[in-house]
């Protein structure tokens, strides 16, 4: 592997032979998750050869395990029901989906970049074809098939390549396939940061016609400006010289004399500062003029040297090199500092490992480790077995999900997951918060200076715990860098085999979805895979101290004692609220006892209507101006069926005019508006006029 640079992206790999396994090798070298779907006997270029002798059943061509090292393989029939449902629930998990068929095909799969994109608005769709996708710009030879000797030959590239008009000759190399697959994994990662910043992918597609074109662009500007239509040009140069291939005693050497310095340099190391001086030969527009000429004074002289001496006559002082052949390219100690032989470990015990050309692109600061092996034909089928359905979210299922983060109440939680060797790591967090629904997204800041962030910052799972009030010990105790964190009791292996605190209000099981850079933070962004919730209170901390949420509870019942104040609450059950009624009709929230005035006393007397109510915060404190009483109303769930003189009425029509009391009406408003968000703000004032106080910030409301 080249880099872990890509680490996270998910790329699923329907291309086939080169230029799309070409695109997605880069990718892969740098990181990327890549997955190939094949069909039952796999990708073509299995078959393709060659075979090393100790591979007499012939499973591993060189042609698949050079383009396809580190990647993954899943076989899927695409065109039976089950194969399209598997690929649909890993598109919904992918950041890419890449492909090289003609136009056309995956619609009558019925597995279009429209249909994907429904389920995954944030999907990269990646097309290489040979003359494009109409979805881009329609080619009267889009149904055409191609493959790399089409492209070069349309593409102009063999009309330039040749020793003669005569000859057009195709570059040895598939460049038709290879330009194409990396001007891909340009726009993939193109399309990829649009994606990130906006959260909508975008269909992207190369044509290896245009590709080409591209390649050749000096023929597109020479024809503009001239006229000329390029031919071939052998080894030369049609506007340089001494430019090309030169012969050698033993072989042939490139020389590319562009700037007169370096013809000055060349003269003198031939011995013949005559040329240097010579009017005919000292500016770039004179060479090129008598091209023949200088090519053949030139070749004169470099053919009676070999390789070696003009190596150590010319290396480092012109544009200069020998015409190696891969046995030279083998023994040269730049191919050996660079590293640009990689070795791929043969995925059999006993087998010598492959060797195959290494990725170019070098990343200072980061050492490329070992290419991994190439995945044998369905190595990963078993990856199915855990992709859960990507049907959206119901509204009982994000009724439950709001719920479970709703337990976050402070900031205090602990962050688990385990190293690359099973080794449990964890430290307590003040951030966390939840991102999105659907998909279940939630994030957490990790300091860059953090012992475990770059434990977290790689771990492709992890999980978020949420404290209680019990739990102080253990905040502490993962704050601190100590080693025994995981010695005691109070964790258990949980999905992905994260660990789980024991007793904690709510816990996240997340795959890791983003990594995004936020100064000296990064942001983890995760996807809930699995998550549980417990009763109880959570852990609070504030400006260094941890605090009892529940003290809230024993000052209301302060503030209601021996007084004519009084302890409400708005009570939901879904999108509904419960609300007491009297006989003429009129709303109101249900209220403690005059008798039983308390946070207590008001649970007890639901209790003894037949309903369970859970009082989660405070909402509103006002004082009447007139009376001086207190009102001290609380957010809360309710169930159970509606008693005598109560009844449950729809969040969406909410009969607003039949709440008599003007405070209540504009509580039970706001409660409307705060529902859609699910963020609840905490109202102080009087009757009349007061301040919504959130996490963040406060806004000035008046009844």
Known sequence: MSSTLLKGIRVLDLSRMLSGPYCSMFLADHGAEVIKIEGGSGDTSRNNGPYRADDPGHDWAGYFVSLNRGKKSIRLDLKSPEGKAAFRRLAATADVVLENFRPGVMDRLELSYESLTEANPRLVYAAIRGFGDPRTGASPYADWPSYDVVAQAMGGLMAMT??????????????????????MSFGILAALREAEATGKGRFVDVAMYDAMISMCERMVYLHDMTGQVAGPEGNGHPLLAPFGLFPAADGQVALGIVDDSFWQKLTAIMNRPDLGSDARFSTRAGRSAHADEINAIVSGWTATRSKADLTGLLGGQVPFGPLNTVADITADPHV????????????????????????????????????????RLGEHDAMLDTLAES?????????????????????????????????????????????????????????????????????????????????????????SRSTEKFAGPHWHPGPQDLPLINGALATFACARHKLVDAGDHMILIGRVLNHAVTEGKPLGFHNGAYFDLGLENRLADAATKDTNGVIAAVLAEGERILLEETPDGTLTVPKSPARDNTVAGFVRHMDSRGLTARLDHLYAVFQNSQTGAHSIVYHGTVSGAAPEGMRYHDLAALPLDQVANDTERSMLARYQREYRHGSFGIYHGTERSGIVHSIADHTEYTV
């Open 162 to 183: 040749g020793p003669d008009a005569n000859t057009p000759t195709k570059v040895g190399p598939g460049i038709g396939d290879i330009f194409a697959g990396m001007m």
């Open 336 to 375: 050996a500092a660079r590293q640009m032989l990689a070795h791929i470990p043969h995925p059999e015990p006993g087998h010598a490992p492959w060797t195959v050309a290494a990725n170019p692109l070098r990343f200072a600061g980061q050492a490329a480790p070992p290419l991994p092996a190439p995945p």
């Open 391 to 479: 049907a959206p979210l119901d509204d009982e299922a994000r009724r439950d999900l709001r719920r479970a983060f709703g337990q976050f109440a402070t900031g205090v939680t602990v962050l688990t997951t385990r190293q690359e060797d099973g080794t449990p790591r964890g430290f307590t967090a003040n951030s966390f918060t939840s991102v999105s629904l659907d998909p279940p997204l939630l994030l957490v800041c990790l300091a860059k200076t953090a012992h475990s962030c770059d434990v977290f910052a790689q771990a492709p799972h992890f999980a978020v715990n949420i404290l209680s009030d019990a739990q102080k010990e253990i905040s502490g105790l993962f704050a």
